[in-house]
């Protein structure tokens, strides 16, 4: 099986532009969520999408979105870029059916920078 | 909300040698699994072991072992022999009953192996 593919891999904006990432899944996982990673602030939580629907949402202003599409595969979009923005966006294909034992299986991210 | 402590940002470690990289964690839920993942540099993050709670037994994966307290809500990762391709970040994860797919990270512990 193909593992999580995310695109671009490296980008750089500059303040006020947005930003839209992808993110394919691993086939047959329904669920894809959103991390970003800042040095010293380890992953954070921004979404989790599962079957075209939000299901749970992190601690982000509204400048950060997302959406999945009936293929799974999610977007996400970051609008008004700040300087703070900068950061590795992770995102993870899960297997719901797999309960509290399933684990995230990771793509290799999405670095942007923001000038 | 659920918090995930590592408090050792660095650790080095000879070849060879055993290292154990620390993790505690909050939670008043009695349903959860703690996880650890590995993100060597510039690559995707990779599970390493996971930990479910009601299991007494410390899960153990070839050289990575985990001593699960519960009560002191302490995860601690022991690495035994280790190698060259072990140096990466580690982080320590907490998914439970309550908080569906999101897990919760901690801030991570950079692992250097000195040959």
């Known amino acids: 099986k193909a593992g999580v593919t995310q695109t671009p891999r490296y980008l750089i904006k500059t303040r006020g532009q947005q930003v839209t990432l992808s993110c394919s899944p691993i086939?047959?996982?329904?669920?894809v969520s959103w991390y970003q990673q800042t040095p010293g602030q380890g992953l954070q939580f921004l979404f989790e999408?599962?079957?075209?629907?939000?299901?749970n949402k992190g601690n982000f202003p509204g400048r950060f979105s997302g959406r999945q599409f009936s293929n799974s595969r999610s977007e996400m979009n970051v609008s008004t870029l700040e300087l703070g923005d900068s950061a590795l966006y992770l995102c993870?294909?899960?297997?719901?059916?797999?309960?509290?034992?399933?684990?995230?299986?990771f793509g290799e991210g999405s670095r942007l920078t923001v000038l | 909300a659920q918090t995930v402590t590592q408090s050792q940002p660095e650790m080095s470690v000879q070849e060879a040698e055993t290292v154990t990289l620390s993790c505690t964690y909050d939670t008043s839920e009695s349903d959860y699994y703690l996880f650890w993942y590995k993100q060597p540099p510039s690559r995707q993050m990779i599970l390493v072991i996971r930990?479910?709670?009601?299991?007494?037994q410390n899960a153990t994966e070839n050289r990575f072992s985990v001593n699960f307290q519960k009560a002191a809500k302490s995860f601690s990762l022991k690495i035994s022999d280790s190698q060259l391709g072990d140096a990466a970040m580690y982080f320590c994860?907490?998914?439970?009953?309550?908080?569906?797919?999101?897990?919760?990270f901690g801030t991570g512990t950079s692992l250097t192996v000195i040959p």
């Open positions: 999408y599962f079957s075209e629907t939000q299901r």
């Open positions: 086939s047959g996982h329904r669920s």
């Open positions: 994860a907490y998914r439970g009953s309550n908080t569906g797919n999101q897990f919760y």
């Open positions: 993870a294909s899960s297997d719901r059916d797999r309960g509290l034992a399933g684990e995230l299986f």
């Open positions: 930990q479910e709670a009601y299991k007494q």
